[in-house]
Nanobody, 124 residues
Framework: VQLQASGGGLVQAGGSLRLSCVAS????????MGWFRQAPGKQREFVAA????????SYADSVKGRLTTSRDNAKNTVYLQMNSLKPEDTAVYYC??????????????????WGQGTLVTVSS
């Protein structure tokens, strides 16, 4: 499985961005998907996860109510809608695929495949 994340950029505080992650392969609809981020000098941290069907989601407390993940299995794509962005959201954002479609994993080791990351910069 290959994952390609896009949609990052520079945005002012309070603004919005939508990240996309396109997956190769026909089995995308079976995978759980996750979003993580890594700020300079910090460890990679969990942001959001979505089950294979999109029926279940999980979020880090720091992003609840502001970031929303969704997926379109027909397009092999998972999204991260980011609203009310804050400077502390600045990081490289990664999408990841979990062969366990129901886990909603919050640890990097829960995931089997990773995209290359897309940079989100929020200015104050």
């Amino acid at each position: 499985v290959q994952l390609q994340a896009s949609g990052g950029g520079l945005v002012q505080a309070g603004g919005s961005l939508r990240l996309s992650c396109v997956a190769s392969g026909r089995a995308f609809g079976n995978y759980g998907m996750g979003w993580f981020r890594q700020a300079p000098g910090k460890q990679r941290e969990f942001v959001a996860a979505i089950s294979w069907s999109g029926g279940s989601t999980s979020y880090a407390d720091s992003v609840k109510g502001r970031l929303t993940t969704s997926r379109d299995n027909a397009k092999n794509t998972v999204y991260l809608q980011m609203n009310s962005l804050k400077p502390e959201d600045t990081a490289v954002y990664y999408c990841a695929a979990d062969l366990n479609g129901l886990r909603l994993g919050v640890r990097p080791r829960d995931y089997d495949y990773w995209g290359q990351g897309t940079l989100v910069t929020v200015s104050s």
